[in-house]
Every structure is written in C-alpha cells, then in structure tokens.
C-alpha cells in the first residue's frame, strides 16, 4: 500500500471523529508543552543566575571564616582578622591576585530626614568599586584617608536613597546608623538584585568605622572574626586556581595549621553557578519526570482509542483483508494512525509550550526586566521524538490485534 495513501487514510479516520481525537491527545500536548516550558524557564533562570554573579565583579573568589562541618569549626575555632586581610593584600604573598577587599555587614536602623529605614551597613575598603564593579551614581566614594581616620562618611545604595531621601539630593546631608551620625557623600548606581539581598539596600561606610565606633568588639575579649568576607580578585580568570593556592597557603600559615583540615572556606562565582545549576537541574528533572507522567497517560489513551477503533473496524478490516490486504497492510495502517495522533498532540504540546515560555517570561520579568525563557531547538526536537516514540510504542498493540484478526469473523462482526 503507497504510505501516502495509508497517511491520507489515517487522517480521515481521526477526523470522523474530532473530539474523541483532541482528547486523546491531550496528555501528549501537556506533556510536550510542559517539558518544552520547563527546559526554556532552566535556562533562562540560569542565565539569570549567570549575568547576576558576573554582576558581583570578574574574576572573584570568596573567603568566609570558618566551615559547613560544625565538628571542624569546634576542633579548629574560626579566624580571618585584619591582620590576615594584610597579608592577603600583599603582593608578595598573593602575586596572583589583582585586589584584596574585605566587607563587614550588619543589620542597623538608618535614620534619615526624619525616616527610618531597617537596613544593613557595610563597613569596606576604598577599593570596593574596583573589585565589585560598583560605581557611584553620585557624588564619590570614600577614599584612603577615611579609612585611616576613620571618618564618619557614608555612601548609600539606590534602595536607601530613594527611601530615605525620595524628592532630594542626598549628597551633603546627615544620617544616623544606630545613633552615630554619618555625611552622605555618594549613592550608589542602582545594581538590582534578582536573588538574594540586594546591594542596593546597603549604606556603605569605611570599614575601620565600622570596627571601632559602630560594631566594636567586647571589652576585654579577642575579637577573631573581623569581617563578614573577603573579596579577592584575581588578575586573570585563568590565574582563578593560582589565587585560590596562595590564599590557602597564606591563611593556614597565619592560622598555623599542619595536618588539619582549613578553617575558613574559599568559593569562586563557578561554584556558586554549579552549585545553583545543580539545584535547578535537580528541580527541573523533577518537574520533567512529573511532565513525562503525562506522556504516558497520553500513551495509554492513545492504546485504549485504537483498541476501540480495532472493534469499530472490524468489518473493515475483514473487508480490506477480503480484498487482498496484507496483514502488515492492516498493521502498517493502524501503526500510522497512532502516529499520526501522537505527533499531532506534539505540536499542539510544542505551540503550548512557545506560549507558557512567553507566558513564563512575563512573569520572570516582574522580577527581571531582561529575562527571557527561550525555547531551544534541542527542546522541540526531544518533544518531536518522544512523541513520535509514544505514538509508535503504544500503537504496536493495537495494530498487531488489528493485523491478527481472521477476516472471515471479522466480516460477520456486528
């Protein structure tokens, strides 16, 4: 038999009957729609999470003291001081590394003009723009010198700025962090933040202030931990590994470690993107083997409907066998029909998933205004296969019985 004509013949057959086809399809075009959503909103999460730590500045490492292993930490208390934060910055013991930036954050009441606003102080360097490709909008951001004296100037992110100061220029006016009165000298350009804490609600101030007049240690008590982390940034992307060996190597030197397991963590912006692609991956597959239920629910429905178009047709088939028509004539036939009905539900899934994808990008840019979920050709190809797949694995049996009946009863089926 021509396959055209047995596809001709297929698709007049699914169009006798067009609810009880769209019906049946219906598992496979929410499978494949899910799936196809799915694989486009991964991505483009992903490449949220991408453009965000790339945001935070190039080439950075991350160094917190202490461990995830609380038996370490008790073993071998946490440290990362001043002191260590010098050595980190000399040349001599990290060549590798471009900038050395340490950072001390702290929840305070920042009062200004006569509002408040419950946010967070970070004390830094003078060359955290550098590092953390951040530049202010306006006005400057504090120098050396205000280190060394530790000055009472601070400069505020976008959030704070418009919360405290919403109809006026901040530069030049007086704040007060947890009552210690600080002069606005900059703001910040706004950097957003999709995950996470946003910068843009920090105040920044010189981290010796920070040290000594707002957060002091106790009296009387070694104060182990001065910061919260410390930023280095490496010349070179392909130095990354090189900086990370010299960092360790200078702090268990400082911390006198020997055969011990370190006591401070060093992650790069690599580990923290694996580590979220693992998370969402994980998520995703989740989500997809939940879709693929759906697939086969699809498959099953699409066995059952040929099972009883096999006994609609009986008569037929017993008059097509009658006239000469093979069995794989009838099982070709029936094989067709099923696939036919499957990928139709296919393409229905892969316009339904272009549609959720937008669907999806609408609602990521609530939070995103430059997310979009694009749908991959590798995405709509997987939906094309599967199902086309489904189609084939679960029209085998149909067909078969199809094939199998004697055309002499079937001629006499009423």
Same mark, same amino acid.
Do not use: C, H
């Given at each position: 038999?021509?396959?055209?004509?047995?596809?001709?013949? $297929?698709?007049?057959?699914?169009?006798?009957?067009?609810?009880?086809?769209?019906?049946?399809?219906?598992?496979?075009?929410?499978?494949?729609?899910?799936?196809?959503? !799915?694989?486009?909103?991964?991505?483009?999460? @992903?490449?949220?999470?991408?453009?965000?730590? @790339?945001?935070?500045?190039?080439?950075?490492?991350?160094?917190?003291?202490?461990?995830?292993?609380?038996?370490?930490?008790?073993?071998?208390?946490?440290?990362? +001081?001043?002191?260590?934060?010098?050595?980190?910055?000399? /040349?001599?013991?990290? /060549?590798?590394?471009?900038?050395?930036?340490?950072?001390?954050?702290?929840?305070?009441?920042?009062?200004?003009?006569? +509002?408040?606003?419950?946010?967070?102080?970070?004390?830094?360097?003078?060359?955290?723009?550098?590092?953390?490709?951040? @530049?202010?909008?306006?006005?400057?951001?504090?120098?050396?010198?205000?280190?060394? +004296?530790?000055?009472?100037?601070?400069?505020?992110?976008?959030?704070?700025?418009?919360?405290?100061? /919403?109809?006026?220029?901040?530069?030049?006016?007086?704040?007060?962090?947890?009552?210690?009165?600080?002069?606005?000298?900059?703001?910040?350009?706004?950097?957003?933040?999709?995950?996470?804490?946003?910068? %843009?609600?920090?105040?920044?101030?010189?981290?010796?202030?920070?040290?000594?007049?707002?957060?002091?240690?106790?009296?009387?008590? /070694?104060?182990?931990?001065?910061?919260? &982390?410390?930023?280095?940034?490496?010349?070179?992307?392909?130095?990354?590994?090189?900086?990370?060996?010299?960092?360790?190597?200078?702090?268990?030197?400082?911390?006198?470690?020997?055969? @011990?397991?370190?006591?401070?963590?060093?992650?790069?912006?690599?580990?923290?993107?694996?580590?979220?692609?693992?998370?969402?991956? *994980?998520?995703?597959?989740?989500?997809? $083997?939940? $879709?693929?239920?759906?697939?086969?629910?699809?498959?099953?429905?699409?066995?059952?409907?040929?099972?009883?178009? &096999?006994?609609?047709?009986?008569?037929?088939?017993?008059?097509?066998?009658?006239?000469?028509?093979?069995?794989?004539?009838?099982?070709?036939?029936?094989? &067709?029909?099923?696939?036919?009905?499957?990928?139709?539900?296919?393409?229905?899934?892969?316009? !339904?998933?272009?549609?959720?994808?937008?669907?999806?990008?609408?609602?990521?840019?609530?939070?995103?205004?430059?997310?979009?979920?694009?749908?991959?050709? %590798?995405?709509?190809?997987?939906?094309?296969?599967?199902?086309? !797949? &489904?189609?084939?694995?679960?029209?085998?049996?149909?067909?078969?019985? *199809? $094939?199998?009946?004697?055309?002499? %009863?079937?001629?006499?089926?009423?």
């Amino acid at each position: 038999m021509n396959i055209f004509e047995t596809i001709r013949i $297929a698709f007049g057959s699914l169009a006798a009957n067009k609810l009880r086809s769209i019906l049946t399809m219906l598992g496979i075009i929410i499978g494949v729609g899910a799936v196809i959503t !799915l694989l486009a909103l991964g991505g483009a999460i @992903q490449d949220l999470v991408r453009r965000e730590l @790339q945001g935070l500045g190039s080439n950075l490492i991350f160094i917190f003291a202490g461990t995830n292993d609380p038996e370490q930490n008790r073993r071998v208390p946490p440290r990362l +001081t001043n002191d260590d934060i010098a050595a980190l910055a000399d /040349p001599l013991n990290v /060549p590798a590394a471009a900038a050395v930036t340490p950072q001390l954050t702290r929840g305070a009441l920042i009062v200004g003009s006569g +509002t408040s606003f419950d946010g967070r102080v970070a004390g830094v360097t003078a060359n955290y723009p550098q590092v953390r490709n951040a @530049q202010p909008a306006s006005g400057r951001f504090f120098e050396q010198d205000a280190i060394d +004296t530790r000055s009472r100037v601070a400069v505020l992110g976008d959030e704070v700025r418009r919360s405290l100061f /919403p109809e006026e220029d901040p530069i030049g006016r007086r704040i007060r962090i947890n009552d210690v009165i600080f002069e606005v000298i900059g703001v910040m350009a706004s950097k957003g933040g999709n995950f996470g804490p946003s910068d %843009d609600a920090l105040v920044f101030v010189p981290i010796s202030t920070m040290q000594t007049r707002l957060f002091p240690p106790p009296p009387g008590l /070694p104060n182990r931990v001065d910061v919260s &982390v410390v930023y280095v940034q490496a010349i070179s992307d392909e130095r990354i590994d090189e900086t990370i060996e010299q960092v360790t190597a200078v702090l268990r030197q400082r911390n006198g470690l020997t055969f @011990q397991n370190n006591n401070f963590t060093i992650v790069t912006q690599e580990d923290l993107l694996s580590s979220f692609g693992t998370i969402t991956g *994980a998520l995703t597959a989740f989500l997809g $083997a939940i $879709a693929a239920i759906s697939l086969l629910v699809g498959g099953i429905g699409i066995m059952n409907i040929m099972l009883v178009s &096999v006994t609609e047709r009986t008569r037929e088939i017993g008059l097509r066998k009658a006239v000469g028509a093979r069995r794989q004539d009838i099982q070709f036939q029936f094989l &067709v029909e099923a696939v036919v009905l499957s990928m139709g539900g296919g393409f229905l899934g892969i316009a !339904l998933g272009f549609g959720l994808s937008a669907l999806g990008t609408f609602l990521l840019r609530n939070f995103a205004p430059d997310a979009a979920a694009q749908v991959q050709l %590798d995405a709509v190809l997987l939906a094309t296969i599967t199902s086309m !797949l &489904v189609g084939l694995i679960f029209g085998i049996y149909p067909a078969f019985r *199809a $094939a199998q009946l004697n055309p002499i %009863d079937a001629l006499r089926y009423e």
